[in-house]
């Protein structure tokens, strides 16, 4: 291929990605009051939210039902050919349902329309058309910015489909915004894989008990290395006679300040205020701190300021998974 060739090729991929963000714009600045009436009546749900769509709609539908899922919204699609066969059985009074057709008027969406209509589920439509049977019906319709399809000869759903999923994660993120659904719930809801690992709570991985390296801020340096070496994670912490964390000392310190002698006390080698860490922090908080402060290790506490107490502490090879 020429390099010319190649550089109409890019040219046209950017045209495709510009007119399409062009569309996002307009789609952003054509938000109002129906969006907001549509996040209320979604963050009012008492049932379930239904997500139903047809074609190229329906594939959308699927993933905006799956966001919603997954952010702390109980969610399910509908296919609306397979629920004017039956599958409206699934649709019960208290539920709220977004159903999402370019031109508003498919012929599955007036029967499923008029069921929701009867057991008093509100609508929520995403549509091109304003006229349309499902803009009409829709007690909050959204509407698409008329905006002609990208590509050649306009035929394949693409643009459309691209401001309809991106305004299902519009509504996705505000619900969860107004719902305060947080990393710690997204977690509980993706307990698999990376993500799921990084999204646990430290408790979970770190050593606790006679595991966790502490010494005396007193103690004599002699000591210090025992302890260090029987519990194999490079670092002591150093406590006060309360049981409160005053400082750290890791085997780089014990390197930096072997030509000293061991005649000294862990107070005198000790690093203060030292980095710590909550039980109830996530391991993605833990790795960032390990990233930001370049350290392996954090104490883990209970309390604050001077009054940290060290219940664990946390390696980072013991979290499952790095950046």
Known sequence: MADSEKANLLEFGRHVLRDEARALDALAESLGEAFEHAVDVIVGCRGKLIVAGLGKSGHIGRK???????????SVFLHLAEAIHGDLGMADSGDVAILISLSGETAELEPVIDH????????????????????????????LPQWREVGPESVAPTTSTTMSLALGDALAMTVMHLKGF?????????????????????????????EVPLTRADSAMRDVIVEMTAK??????????????VGVITDGDLRRHMEEGLDHTASEFMTGSPKT???????????????????????????????RRPIGILHIHDCPVTR
Not at 119 to 135: F, K, R, Y
Not at 190 to 202: C, D, F, N, V
């Open 64 to 74: 905006i039902s799956a966001t919603f899922a997954s952010t702390g919204t109980t």
């Open 182 to 210: 947080d990393r710690s719930d997204f977690g509980r809801l993706h307990p698999g894989g990376a993500l799921g690992a990084r999204l646990k709570p430290i408790s979970r991985v770190m050593h606790s008990g006679n």
């Open 277 to 307: 860490i909550r039980s109830d922090a996530l391991i993605d908080d833990a790795l960032a701190m390990f990233d930001e402060h370049r350290i392996t290790t954090l104490f883990v506490v209970e309390g604050k300021d001077e009054r």
């Open 116 to 143: 929701f209509s009867a057991v008093s589920i509100p609508v929520i439509g995403i549509t091109g058309n304003s006229h349309s049977l499902l803009a009409r019906a829709a007690s909050a319709p959204l509407l």
């Open 232 to 245: 194999r994670l490079g670092v002591v912490g150093v406590i006060d006679g309360e049981g409160y964390l």
